[in-house]
């Protein structure tokens, strides 16, 4: 809610994402009986009027094509900083990147090279103010770019920041939805939560996300170069994604909650 309310979004906003919400649900629900998604039979399911119905459908796909734009430029940041640490041609045999040239230069990598061998087509500039930005960049003597972070965590609160929140929160509802209601046969997805076993100083922040950094982030690194040497194989344009994510959070004391050590994951 802070950045509902720190973005102006108002009571009828929020209202309008729910109905669509539950429109694109009961849509999708009757394409899996065979039976057509029109805008009358959704009005008429869904208590609406027609009218309403394809002005929320049509503002719908309007913002969902903004969001795959913001979806599109994440991955292309991701795909240039993994391509610098994990193609041996930008990295060194211990998988630290290059420094890289901002123009071309004898004996060195250049930076419009990487984003080439990414893939990216977004424009080279832009890749680099965006890495700049994020704090995953460094440029030096205006010659050299070297990188800090394999993560590209974006600068500030934007559009593209909140497009990025929503992608990820969706997933981990995605999550908690198929576990909650898989079949019998369908296997249940990762889900693991640890905590402390209660209150502590906000000190001890610092000393975990430092455990963190130097003890997880180098087994998502390794998974990440394990997914890409393997998805090749399993390529189909009309699949779906898969994917892992970690986060770390804080919650307020409840004074209702038992004491104790959390440790929770999917059965």
Known sequence: MPVVLGYGV???????????????????????QGRPATAPRLALMAGLNRGEVEALLSRRAAKRGLRARSSHKLDELTRVLSTWHDDTKFSTPYGAPLDLSLKPERGFKTFNELVEAAGASSDVGLILDELLAAGCVEVHVEK???????VFIPAGVDSFQIARMGRYVGALIDNFVHNLMRKADEPSYYEVVVSTSGP???????????????????????MDRWLESQEVEFRDSRGVRFGLGTFFFEEARNESEIEGKQFAHAS
């Not at 050299?144 to 394999?150: D, E, G, K, P, T």
């Open 10 to 32: 108002t009571a009828q906003d929020i209202g309008e994402i729910f109905r669509t919400l539950y429109l694109e649900t009961l849509a999708e629900k009757l394409k899996e």
């Open 144 to 150: 050299f770019v070297r990188c800090v972070s394999r």
């Open 200 to 222: 502590v100083k906000r000190e001890f922040r610092d000393a975990i996300l430092k455990y963190i950094h130097t003890r997880l982030q180098p087994v998502l690194e390794d």
